[in-house]
């Protein structure tokens, strides 16, 4: 059974800065697409970041250069390093992971930034 863990969500102000963990299990981080995303109150659920088996990496184009996606295969758990934080980015962050034609999601982290 794949599950998917998230955790390191929390408050901060504007412009600062947060480290997002996905662990998962029941599945190989190395192996699989994973992704980050997030859902604002009242907004649709948006692709936020995703890294390929291959290591290859893109954003959504409001955050590049600012957050950074990761994994450690060796901890089986990925990451999303959110840097320069700003309010419109108050979310819940969810991390899914592809297994061949299926998708698993995590239970989600809040994260809120003040302005």
């Known amino acids: 059974q794949v599950q998917l863990v998230e955790s390191g969500g929390g408050l901060v102000q504007a412009g600062e800065s947060l480290r997002l963990s996905c662990k998962v299990s029941g599945s190989s981080v190395r192996d699989n697409l994973i992704s980050w995303h997030r859902q604002a109150p009242g907004q649709q659920r948006e692709l936020v970041a995703h890294i390929t088996s291959d290591e290859f990496t893109d954003y959504t184009p409001s955050v590049k250069g600012r957050f950074a996606i990761s994994r450690d295969n060796t901890k089986n758990t990925a990451y999303l390093q959110m840097d320069r934080l700003r309010p419109v980015e108050t979310a819940v962050y969810y991390c899914?992971?592809?297994?061949?034609?299926?998708?698993?999601w995590g239970q989600g982290t809040q994260v809120t930034v003040s302005s």
């Open positions: 899914r992971i592809q297994v061949q034609l299926s998708f698993y």
